[in-house]
């Protein structure tokens, strides 16, 4: 009898528990907005129960940021499933969160995606800004990165921007996948400086589409991010997915390693590139934080590398895309060029042409402004920090919507507009310093790779442009060019680009 009546109550009890449910949900709900204001939260867009502002998001997380700021503003508090973030688009609320508050919010959440075979150790992206992550971020620029190593390599970069020039005109007026040609020009920079070798042009092109696969995993929206307690059940199979990228790149790199070991072992000559240097500390207990040089590191530190090889041929089709349907500013364009170069005995572009080339400066500038590589620069409060007068809570991811402040209409005349003649009469950088156009983030987080990048992209589209004039193949009409992003971790085109070419110089 007792045991019946046990029973009964608890059935009445889950009952009431089911039933109250829906309710406390919807108190929650109604009751947000007031909570919010209580704690000085900045203003955003009433987040759903559970799932918070997911649904507000979509494919294009850059764009619709954008739009909600529109209604609620430049500095703009949601919620990403259970994770609270704080978004950015403005000037102003940008130098805030990348300079002023920096110190508050430099460490990253990272990638659920990239926690695997512990890379997220070994990540300069996913590191805190602490010692690890700053040897990276030296070591990288004391040999590869840096004004002296950049100056050293300038006869490289110009001698792979004249190879690509050699393979376009091999093709023989066949299309061409400008971003792929680019890629592997870049990707021939970087392991010239970093083992003093190119790789296999096989390996190069293998390595072509495990970036795509890399950059695609990183921009799908992935459940154990926006629900951390889900994680370890990997619900969607993208951990596992980015442990086979890893495993490719990481035996990649243990190859180049491993030969310079042994090399370095039968009394070879040293190379002085940016593997000898990790090398010579290999085993080493590093600073005051007690972590070791190792091939965890020097591969995590590599891969890294590698993968940021994107940026540039992304920039740089999608110059060639604005062009394509800009004909006045490719023939602009192409005239400043074949005006400064043709007047010389060299038939190369080299790199101190740019000086001497205000056009394409503005082109790089304006493309950059319209697609910048990467939409957001992010960030995590370690502490409770105050941004433009707001509390934002610790633990709070700080987003700075980088795409949306360069087509921000407040900061911009018609910011959709590809309009190089914008920059002919500004004097603004995207080096940092201006943030309209931060287009490589700013900051102590700012791209290391942001002088390699901005070097090379004038000098390969400067190539292209003075050898080649441009057209789609067959009967395509420039003007309906597929501009289509594929969000990821660099902004890319979803269709990618081909060209045909003909050889002019």
């Not at 939409?375 to 934002?392: K, M, R, S």
């Not at 790779?449 to 080649?468: A, C, D, N, R, T």
Request: glycine fraction near 6%; include cysteine.
């Amino acid at each position: 009898e007792n045991w019946s009546a046990r029973k009964q109550e608890m059935a009445d009890l889950s009952l009431v528990c089911a039933a109250s449910l829906p309710l406390t949900l919807l108190a929650a709900y109604a009751l947000q907005p007031l909570a919010d204001a209580r704690r000085r939260l900045p203003p955003g867009p009433r987040p759903l129960p559970v799932l918070g502002n997911l649904l507000d998001i979509g494919e294009h997380p850059h764009r619709s940021f954008a739009s909600l700021a529109d209604i609620h503003g430049p500095l703009m508090f949601v919620r990403l499933g259970t994770v609270p973030a704080v978004v950015a688009t403005s000037p102003e609320a940008a130098r805030e969160v990348l300079q002023k508050k920096n110190a508050s919010l430099a460490a990253r959440r990272g990638l659920d995606a990239w926690r695997v075979m512990d890379h997220d150790a070994n990540s300069m992206v996913a590191l805190p800004p602490r010692g690890k992550w700053r040897a990276f971020r030296q070591h990288s620029r004391a040999a590869l990165l840096g004004p002296r190593p950049l100056d050293e390599h300038r006869a490289v970069r110009e001698e792979e921007a004249r190879e690509l020039v050699r393979r376009v005109s091999a093709a023989g007026g066949a299309p061409v996948d400008v971003a792929g040609e680019a890629f592997v020009a870049m990707v021939n920079v970087l392991c010239r400086g970093m083992f003093s070798e190119k790789l296999d042009p096989a390996v190069v092109s293998e390595l072509t589409g495990v970036a795509e696969q890399a950059a695609v995993l990183s921009g799908l929206p992935n459940v154990s991010d926006f629900f951390p307690a889900l994680a370890a059940l990997d619900l969607q199979g993208i951990r596992r997915k980015a442990r086979k990228v890893l495993a490719w790149l990481y035996t990649l790199i243990d190859e180049q390693i491993e030969r310079r070991k042994l090399s370095r072992a039968d009394g070879d000559a040293r190379r002085n590139d940016l593997l000898d240097v990790l090398l010579d500390m290999d085993g080493d207990v590093q600073d005051e934080d007690g972590w070791v040089m190792n091939k965890e590191s020097i591969r995590g530190l590599f891969m890294e590398l590698l993968l940021g090889a994107t940026s540039v041929p992304t920039t740089i089709e999608w110059a060639m895309s604005e062009l394509l349907q800009n004909p006045p500013a490719m023939h602009k364009l192409q005239a400043e060029l074949r005006n400064v170069l043709g007047t010389r005995p060299c038939t190369w572009m080299e790199e101190s042409d740019t000086g001497s080339l205000p056009y394409l400066q503005a082109v790089v500038k304006e493309t950059l402004r319209l697609h910048p590589p990467v939409p957001f620069a992010t960030g995590l409060a370690e502490e409770a920090v105050e941004i433009e007068g707001y509390n934002v809570p610790k633990g709070t991811t700080a987003l700075v919507n980088i795409w949306g402040i360069c087509r921000n209409a407040e900061v911009w005349d018609e910011p959709n507009r590809f309009l190089p003649e914008r920059f002919l009469h500004r004097e603004i950088e995207f080096f940092g310093a201006d943030f309209e156009l931060i287009a490589f983030s700013a900051g102590k987080r700012i791209c290391p790779g942001l002088q390699l990048s901005s070097k090379m992209v004038p000098l390969i589209l400067g190539s292209m442009l003075y050898h080649f004039d441009w057209t789609l193949p067959g009967e395509e009409d420039a003007a309906h060019v597929d501009m289509t992003e594929q969000f990821g971790l660099v902004l890319s085109m979803a269709v990618p680009l081909r060209v045909v070419p003909k050889k002019i110089l």
